[in-house]
Protein backbone atom coordinates (compact mmCIF):
# COMPACT_ATOMS: atom_id res chain seq x y z
CA UNK A 1 0.00 0.00 0.00
CA UNK A 2 1.59 3.59 -1.00
CA UNK A 3 1.28 5.55 2.00
CA UNK A 4 2.56 8.72 1.10
CA UNK A 5 0.05 11.02 -1.28
CA UNK A 6 1.95 10.11 -4.69
CA UNK A 7 4.64 13.10 -4.06
CA UNK A 8 7.22 10.05 -2.99
CA UNK A 9 6.41 8.12 -6.10
CA UNK A 10 6.50 11.01 -8.59
CA UNK A 11 10.21 11.72 -6.88
CA UNK A 12 10.86 8.11 -7.79
CA UNK A 13 10.05 7.88 -11.47
CA UNK A 14 11.44 11.04 -11.70
CA UNK A 15 14.92 9.55 -10.77
CA UNK A 16 14.74 6.59 -12.82
CA UNK A 17 13.77 9.02 -15.97
CA UNK A 18 16.80 11.17 -15.09
CA UNK A 19 18.91 7.96 -15.06
CA UNK A 20 17.69 6.59 -18.34
CA UNK A 21 17.79 9.74 -20.17
CA UNK A 22 21.73 9.87 -18.59
CA UNK A 23 22.16 6.60 -19.70
CA UNK A 24 21.40 7.61 -23.10
CA UNK A 25 23.15 10.94 -23.48
CA UNK A 26 25.78 8.58 -22.66
CA UNK A 27 25.53 6.49 -25.36
CA UNK A 28 24.80 8.97 -28.09
CA UNK A 29 27.69 10.88 -27.04
CA UNK A 30 30.53 7.56 -27.08
CA UNK A 31 28.91 6.72 -30.68
CA UNK A 32 29.21 10.63 -31.81
CA UNK A 33 32.98 10.42 -30.35
CA UNK A 34 33.42 6.80 -31.65
CA UNK A 35 32.36 8.58 -35.64
CA UNK A 36 34.74 11.87 -34.69
CA UNK A 37 37.80 9.29 -34.12
CA UNK A 38 36.69 7.21 -36.88
CA UNK A 39 36.66 3.81 -34.23
CA UNK A 40 35.12 1.61 -36.98
CA UNK A 41 36.26 -1.16 -38.88
CA UNK A 42 34.70 -3.94 -41.10
CA UNK A 43 34.45 -7.50 -41.11
CA UNK A 44 34.34 -9.21 -44.25
CA UNK A 45 32.08 -12.07 -45.23
CA UNK A 46 31.99 -14.23 -48.38
CA UNK A 47 29.34 -15.75 -50.37
CA UNK A 48 30.10 -18.65 -51.52
CA UNK A 49 29.66 -21.05 -54.37
CA UNK A 50 27.90 -24.07 -52.65
CA UNK A 51 29.18 -26.06 -55.69
CA UNK A 52 32.49 -24.90 -56.08
CA UNK A 53 33.14 -23.31 -52.71
CA UNK A 54 34.63 -20.36 -54.75
CA UNK A 55 34.23 -17.14 -53.11
CA UNK A 56 31.20 -14.95 -55.07
CA UNK A 57 31.10 -12.05 -53.41
CA UNK A 58 31.87 -10.45 -49.71
CA UNK A 59 29.86 -8.46 -47.40
CA UNK A 60 30.95 -5.75 -45.67
CA UNK A 61 29.85 -5.96 -41.81
CA UNK A 62 30.59 -2.72 -39.87
CA UNK A 63 31.69 -3.35 -36.47
CA UNK A 64 32.75 -0.39 -33.32
CA UNK A 65 35.57 -0.61 -31.27
CA UNK A 66 34.30 1.36 -28.01
CA UNK A 67 35.54 3.72 -25.95
CA UNK A 68 37.66 0.26 -23.70
CA UNK A 69 38.73 -1.39 -27.17
CA UNK A 70 35.72 -3.96 -27.15
CA UNK A 71 34.86 -5.21 -30.44
CA UNK A 72 30.58 -4.33 -30.75
CA UNK A 73 28.52 -5.73 -33.83
CA UNK A 74 25.76 -3.28 -35.73
CA UNK A 75 23.08 -4.61 -33.42
CA UNK A 76 24.19 -2.42 -30.59
CA UNK A 77 24.73 0.94 -32.47
CA UNK A 78 23.01 0.76 -35.87
CA UNK A 79 19.53 2.10 -34.91
CA UNK A 80 20.69 4.79 -32.68
CA UNK A 81 23.13 6.02 -35.41
CA UNK A 82 20.46 6.14 -37.46
CA UNK A 83 18.36 8.20 -35.08
CA UNK A 84 21.23 10.64 -34.49
CA UNK A 85 21.60 11.24 -38.00
CA UNK A 86 25.02 9.74 -37.77
CA UNK A 87 24.79 6.51 -40.49
CA UNK A 88 25.51 8.02 -43.59
CA UNK A 89 29.00 8.97 -42.14
CA UNK A 90 29.57 5.82 -40.91
CA UNK A 91 28.74 4.22 -44.74
CA UNK A 92 31.01 6.26 -45.73
CA UNK A 93 33.82 5.37 -43.70
CA UNK A 94 33.21 1.76 -44.91
CA UNK A 95 33.71 2.50 -48.18
CA UNK A 96 36.09 4.06 -47.61
CA UNK A 97 37.80 1.19 -45.43
CA UNK A 98 37.31 -0.85 -48.75
CA UNK A 99 38.99 1.52 -50.74
CA UNK A 100 42.41 1.47 -48.50
CA UNK A 101 42.07 -2.25 -48.35
CA UNK A 102 41.24 -3.13 -51.55
CA UNK A 103 44.68 -4.77 -52.54
CA UNK A 104 43.99 -7.10 -49.68
CA UNK A 105 40.38 -8.05 -50.40
CA UNK A 106 41.99 -8.66 -53.69
CA UNK A 107 44.45 -10.92 -52.90
CA UNK A 108 42.00 -12.88 -50.33
CA UNK A 109 38.99 -13.09 -52.08
CA UNK A 110 40.21 -12.91 -55.57
CA UNK A 111 39.86 -9.65 -57.91
CA UNK A 112 36.98 -10.54 -59.30
CA UNK A 113 34.52 -10.57 -55.72
CA UNK A 114 31.97 -8.39 -55.47
CA UNK A 115 32.18 -6.25 -52.89
CA UNK A 116 28.35 -5.76 -50.84
CA UNK A 117 27.47 -2.92 -48.64
CA UNK A 118 24.80 -2.52 -46.15
CA UNK A 119 22.43 0.62 -46.61
CA UNK A 120 19.94 1.30 -44.42
CA UNK A 121 15.91 1.44 -45.37
CA UNK A 122 16.18 4.65 -44.18
CA UNK A 123 19.09 5.75 -45.75
CA UNK A 124 17.80 4.31 -49.17
CA UNK A 125 14.86 6.71 -49.10
CA UNK A 126 17.30 9.66 -48.88
CA UNK A 127 18.13 10.95 -52.61
CA UNK A 128 20.67 13.56 -50.65
CA UNK A 129 22.55 10.67 -48.94
CA UNK A 130 22.42 8.49 -51.97
CA UNK A 131 23.51 10.71 -54.62
CA UNK A 132 26.66 11.36 -52.47
CA UNK A 133 26.66 7.56 -51.91
CA UNK A 134 26.92 7.04 -55.83
CA UNK A 135 29.17 9.70 -56.22
CA UNK A 136 31.91 8.16 -54.39
CA UNK A 137 31.40 4.87 -55.30
CA UNK A 138 32.04 6.50 -58.78
CA UNK A 139 34.95 7.71 -57.38
CA UNK A 140 37.00 4.50 -56.51
CA UNK A 141 37.59 3.92 -60.25
CA UNK A 142 36.00 0.45 -59.92
CA UNK A 143 31.64 1.23 -59.34
CA UNK A 144 31.25 -2.17 -60.97
CA UNK A 145 32.64 -4.20 -58.03
CA UNK A 146 30.36 -3.10 -55.97
CA UNK A 147 26.60 -3.97 -54.53
CA UNK A 148 24.06 -1.95 -52.40
CA UNK A 149 22.25 -4.66 -50.22
CA UNK A 150 18.72 -3.65 -48.68
CA UNK A 151 15.93 -4.12 -47.25
CA UNK A 152 12.52 -4.93 -49.31
CA UNK A 153 11.08 -2.32 -47.39
CA UNK A 154 13.10 0.48 -48.79
CA UNK A 155 11.55 -1.16 -52.55
CA UNK A 156 8.08 -0.77 -50.67
CA UNK A 157 8.29 2.59 -49.31
CA UNK A 158 6.62 5.41 -50.52
CA UNK A 159 9.82 7.01 -51.47
CA UNK A 160 12.10 7.61 -55.01
CA UNK A 161 14.19 4.84 -54.10
CA UNK A 162 12.91 2.38 -57.28
CA UNK A 163 12.24 5.08 -59.80
CA UNK A 164 14.94 7.55 -59.54
CA UNK A 165 17.86 6.19 -57.04
CA UNK A 166 18.17 2.96 -58.03
CA UNK A 167 19.02 3.87 -62.20
CA UNK A 168 21.81 5.87 -60.67
CA UNK A 169 23.55 3.29 -59.38
CA UNK A 170 22.66 0.67 -62.24
CA UNK A 171 24.38 2.99 -64.55
CA UNK A 172 27.33 2.75 -62.29
CA UNK A 173 27.59 -1.01 -63.09
CA UNK A 174 26.83 -1.21 -59.13
CA UNK A 175 24.44 -4.08 -58.25
CA UNK A 176 21.22 -4.49 -56.15
CA UNK A 177 20.88 -6.99 -53.77
CA UNK A 178 17.38 -7.32 -51.46
CA UNK A 179 18.44 -8.20 -48.00
CA UNK A 180 16.83 -10.15 -45.64
CA UNK A 181 14.23 -11.10 -47.83
CA UNK A 182 10.81 -12.63 -46.43
CA UNK A 183 11.10 -10.59 -43.08
CA UNK A 184 9.41 -7.60 -44.49
CA UNK A 185 6.51 -6.42 -45.44
CA UNK A 186 6.66 -6.91 -49.11
CA UNK A 187 4.88 -9.92 -50.75
CA UNK A 188 5.70 -12.41 -53.41
CA UNK A 189 3.83 -10.34 -55.89
CA UNK A 190 5.71 -7.33 -55.13
CA UNK A 191 8.83 -8.58 -55.84
CA UNK A 192 7.79 -8.72 -59.57
CA UNK A 193 8.07 -5.04 -59.43
CA UNK A 194 11.45 -4.64 -58.11
CA UNK A 195 14.67 -4.85 -60.13
CA UNK A 196 17.46 -6.19 -57.85
CA UNK A 197 20.49 -8.54 -59.34
CA UNK A 198 20.67 -10.27 -55.99
CA UNK A 199 17.86 -11.89 -53.63
CA UNK A 200 19.19 -13.29 -49.93
CA UNK A 201 16.97 -15.33 -48.26
CA UNK A 202 16.75 -14.62 -44.34
CA UNK A 203 18.45 -16.73 -41.96
CA UNK A 204 15.43 -17.33 -40.50
CA UNK A 205 14.26 -19.67 -43.26
CA UNK A 206 17.25 -21.19 -43.61
CA UNK A 207 17.53 -22.60 -40.19
CA UNK A 208 17.21 -26.02 -39.72
CA UNK A 209 15.63 -25.66 -43.39
CA UNK A 210 15.79 -29.63 -44.08
CA UNK A 211 13.65 -30.21 -40.70
CA UNK A 212 11.24 -27.66 -42.05
CA UNK A 213 8.47 -28.39 -44.61
CA UNK A 214 6.80 -24.61 -44.78
CA UNK A 215 10.01 -23.00 -44.80
CA UNK A 216 10.90 -25.58 -47.73
CA UNK A 217 7.72 -24.72 -49.44
CA UNK A 218 8.53 -20.87 -49.28
CA UNK A 219 11.68 -21.36 -50.62
CA UNK A 220 10.52 -23.14 -53.37
CA UNK A 221 8.56 -20.18 -54.13
CA UNK A 222 11.08 -17.61 -53.80
CA UNK A 223 13.44 -19.67 -55.98
CA UNK A 224 10.71 -20.11 -58.91
CA UNK A 225 9.65 -16.53 -58.79
CA UNK A 226 13.84 -15.39 -58.40
CA UNK A 227 14.62 -18.10 -61.59
CA UNK A 228 11.84 -16.11 -63.80
CA UNK A 229 12.45 -12.71 -62.59
CA UNK A 230 16.40 -13.16 -63.28
CA UNK A 231 17.74 -12.75 -59.55
CA UNK A 232 20.46 -14.70 -58.03
CA UNK A 233 19.27 -16.12 -54.65
CA UNK A 234 21.63 -16.46 -51.78
CA UNK A 235 20.83 -18.45 -48.79
CA UNK A 236 21.77 -16.29 -45.43
CA UNK A 237 23.35 -17.95 -41.92
CA UNK A 238 23.94 -21.30 -43.48
CA UNK A 239 25.39 -23.13 -40.21
CA UNK A 240 25.22 -26.68 -40.51
CA UNK A 241 26.14 -29.60 -43.00
CA UNK A 242 22.33 -30.68 -42.84
CA UNK A 243 20.99 -27.56 -44.50
CA UNK A 244 23.77 -27.30 -46.88
CA UNK A 245 22.55 -30.72 -47.83
CA UNK A 246 18.96 -30.24 -48.21
CA UNK A 247 20.08 -26.91 -50.20
CA UNK A 248 21.96 -28.91 -52.65
CA UNK A 249 19.55 -32.06 -53.02
CA UNK A 250 16.37 -30.24 -53.32
CA UNK A 251 16.74 -26.94 -54.56
CA UNK A 252 18.67 -25.44 -57.16
CA UNK A 253 20.03 -22.55 -54.69
CA UNK A 254 23.37 -21.36 -55.92
CA UNK A 255 25.06 -19.67 -53.44
CA UNK A 256 25.10 -19.26 -49.69
CA UNK A 257 26.41 -17.12 -47.02
CA UNK A 258 27.00 -18.36 -43.43
CA UNK A 259 29.37 -19.91 -40.62
CA UNK A 260 29.55 -22.81 -42.11
CA UNK A 261 31.71 -21.48 -44.99
CA UNK A 262 33.33 -18.57 -42.75
CA UNK A 263 32.45 -16.40 -40.26
CA UNK A 264 33.22 -12.51 -40.68
CA UNK A 265 36.81 -11.78 -40.49
CA UNK A 266 38.99 -8.85 -40.14
CA UNK A 267 41.75 -8.24 -42.65
CA UNK A 268 44.56 -7.61 -39.83
CA UNK A 269 43.97 -11.37 -38.85
CA UNK A 270 44.92 -12.75 -42.31
CA UNK A 271 47.78 -10.02 -42.67
CA UNK A 272 48.98 -11.09 -38.63
CA UNK A 273 48.90 -14.50 -40.09
CA UNK A 274 51.82 -13.92 -41.96
CA UNK A 275 53.72 -15.64 -44.16
CA UNK A 276 50.34 -16.92 -45.85
CA UNK A 277 50.04 -18.74 -49.22
CA UNK A 278 47.88 -17.65 -51.58
CA UNK A 279 45.94 -21.26 -51.21
CA UNK A 280 45.97 -20.56 -47.65
CA UNK A 281 44.65 -17.33 -48.07
CA UNK A 282 41.57 -18.54 -50.12
CA UNK A 283 40.30 -21.04 -47.64
CA UNK A 284 40.94 -18.81 -44.97
CA UNK A 285 38.30 -17.01 -46.94
CA UNK A 286 36.02 -19.88 -47.58
CA UNK A 287 35.99 -22.22 -44.46
CA UNK A 288 34.30 -22.29 -40.92
CA UNK A 289 36.72 -20.10 -38.78
CA UNK A 290 37.05 -17.18 -36.48
CA UNK A 291 34.42 -15.88 -33.95
CA UNK A 292 33.69 -12.51 -34.84
P1 LIG B 1 22.75 -8.43 -42.57
O1 LIG B 1 23.17 -7.48 -43.64
O2 LIG B 1 21.58 -9.28 -42.85
O3 LIG B 1 24.05 -9.28 -42.24
C1 LIG B 1 24.01 -10.61 -41.80
C2 LIG B 1 24.20 -10.72 -40.31
O4 LIG B 1 24.12 -12.09 -39.92
C3 LIG B 1 25.57 -10.25 -39.82
O5 LIG B 1 25.42 -9.77 -38.49
C4 LIG B 1 26.38 -11.55 -39.83
O6 LIG B 1 27.49 -11.51 -38.96
C5 LIG B 1 25.33 -12.52 -39.35
N1 LIG B 1 25.58 -13.89 -39.82
C6 LIG B 1 26.22 -14.31 -40.93
N2 LIG B 1 26.21 -15.65 -41.05
C7 LIG B 1 25.55 -16.11 -39.97
C8 LIG B 1 25.21 -17.44 -39.50
O7 LIG B 1 25.52 -18.46 -40.10
N3 LIG B 1 24.52 -17.51 -38.34
C9 LIG B 1 24.16 -16.39 -37.63
N4 LIG B 1 23.50 -16.57 -36.49
N5 LIG B 1 24.45 -15.13 -38.04
C10 LIG B 1 25.13 -15.00 -39.20
P2 LIG B 1 26.05 -8.41 -38.02
O8 LIG B 1 27.42 -8.25 -38.60
O9 LIG B 1 25.89 -8.32 -36.56
O10 LIG B 1 25.15 -7.33 -38.75
C11 LIG B 1 23.79 -7.18 -38.41
C12 LIG B 1 23.11 -6.24 -39.35
O11 LIG B 1 23.63 -4.91 -39.21
C13 LIG B 1 23.31 -6.57 -40.83
O12 LIG B 1 22.44 -7.62 -41.21
C14 LIG B 1 22.96 -5.24 -41.46
O13 LIG B 1 21.58 -5.09 -41.60
C15 LIG B 1 23.45 -4.25 -40.44
N6 LIG B 1 24.75 -3.68 -40.90
C16 LIG B 1 25.98 -4.22 -40.87
N7 LIG B 1 26.90 -3.39 -41.39
C17 LIG B 1 26.22 -2.29 -41.79
C18 LIG B 1 26.59 -1.05 -42.42
O14 LIG B 1 27.76 -0.79 -42.76
N8 LIG B 1 25.57 -0.16 -42.65
C19 LIG B 1 24.28 -0.41 -42.33
N9 LIG B 1 23.36 0.53 -42.61
N10 LIG B 1 23.90 -1.55 -41.75
C20 LIG B 1 24.84 -2.48 -41.47
MG1 LIG C 1 23.43 -7.54 -45.57
MG1 LIG D 1 20.77 -10.18 -44.30
MG1 LIG E 1 19.92 -9.57 -41.26
Given at each position: ?I???????????????????????????????????????????????IR???????????????????????????????????????????LA???K?I??????????????????AK??G?????R?FA?????????Q??M??V????F???N??Q?????????L??????????????????????????I?????FI??????????????A???????????????????????????????I??????????????????L?????????A??????????
Amino acid sequence: RIKNNGKGLAAFFDASMEREAQARIKVEQSLRLAILEKRFCCAFQSKVDIRTQAVKGIEALVRLRDDEGVIQAPGSFINLAGELGLIDELTHLVLAEIVKSIDLINDTFGAEATISINVAAKQAGNPEFMRSFALALEETGFPQRFMIEVTEDAFVAKNHFQAEILPMFRKLGVGISIDDFGTGYSSLSALADITADEIKIDRSFITDIHKRPRSQGILRAIESLSEALGMTVIAEGLESFEELAYLQAATKIRYAQGYYFSRPIFLEELKLATPVSSEARASVASRPMQQN
